[in-house]
């Protein structure tokens, strides 16, 4: 049964930086994309990064762009690992984060739609108090 645990999240001030973690499992992610989300309380979801695991290749959101990154370790033990470095937080960027996975299937790594993901984590709050 594929899984996603993120992890990392917490309470940090403005200006502070966080690193989530999120660790895939269950079957093979080589050829996914793998993206984090944030939901903020009364919102939507929205899209906040992704990365093809096959070519490292990235796409953000405006609203962080310059200052998250995402990244990929290597497979360990068939547990993909992806990365979620934000720096310079602000407290618009307080939400519950998920990290989600798809397959390619002809989609491109910038279609932000949640509804084309297959698999979801549980989430990990991340707070940025002013």
């Known amino acids: 049964q594929p899984q996603l645990v993120e992890s990392g999240g917490g309470l940090v001030q403005a200006g502070g930086s966080l690193r989530l973690s999120c660790a895939a499992s269950?079957?093979?992610?080589?050829?996914?994309?793998i993206a984090w989300f944030r939901q903020a309380p009364g919102k939507e979801r929205e899209f906040v990064a992704a990365?093809?695991?096959?070519?490292?290749?990235?796409?953000?959101?405006d609203s962080v762009k310059g200052r998250f990154t995402v990244s990929r370790a290597n497979a360990k033990n068939t547990v993909y690992t992806v990365y979620l470095q934000m720096n310079s937080l602000k407290p618009e960027d307080t939400a519950v984060y998920y990290c989600a996975a798809r397959p390619p299937r002809g989609i491109g790594i910038r279609e932000r739609s949640p509804d084309i993901y297959d698999y979801w984590g549980q989430g990990t709050q991340v707070t940025v108090s002013s």
């Open positions: 269950g079957r093979t992610f080589s050829t996914y994309y």
């Open positions: 990365i093809s695991w096959t070519d490292t290749n990235t796409y953000y959101a």
